[in-house]
């Protein structure tokens, strides 16, 4: 019986250890936002270099949004928007859009949003 026991408790904190990085780690999140080396960049720019402290993206998760603008032009998704600025702005390549690196920035950047409207 305690054998069953641990299992089933081992099971219950790897699910729930799994559904906690599903969305994104809003702390890895900020790293990669930060880090110049994102992807594989020689450039030495990190998405930070270009959205000081997130300038800019504020409404990037809005509710009902459909497109997203980049330094390209206009995207369909945020994470084309996001890969986009990675591929042509950072000088690395695109991130898998399910990779959890790719869930992490947009956990920070829906974070940027709540911020914005607690002013």
């Known amino acids: ?11 219950a904190v790897i699910v729930l250890s799994a ?7 809003l702390k890895r999140g900020k790293i990669l936002f ?3 080396k994102l992807s594989g960049s020689s450039f030495g720019v990190s998405c930070n270099a270009c959205h000081p402290r997130g300038k800019g993206l504020e409404h990037a998760c ?27 702005a950072n000088k690395g390549r695109p991130l898998d859009p399910q990779s959890q690196e790719m ?7 829906k974070s940027l949003a ?5 002013k």
């Open 62 to 88: 809005s509710v009902g949004k459909t497109t997203w603008s980049s330094c390209s032009g206009e995207r369909n998704s945020l994470e084309d928007a996001i890969n986009t600025c990675i591929l042509t």
């Open 114 to 118: 709540k911020k914005e409207d607690k």
């Open 19 to 25: 559904s906690a990085f599903a969305e994104g780690d």
């Open 103 to 109: 869930k992490d920035l947009i956990a920070y950047i």
């Open 34 to 36: 930060n880090d110049p």
């Open 1 to 11: 019986m305690k054998i069953i026991f641990r299992l089933l408790l081992i099971t």
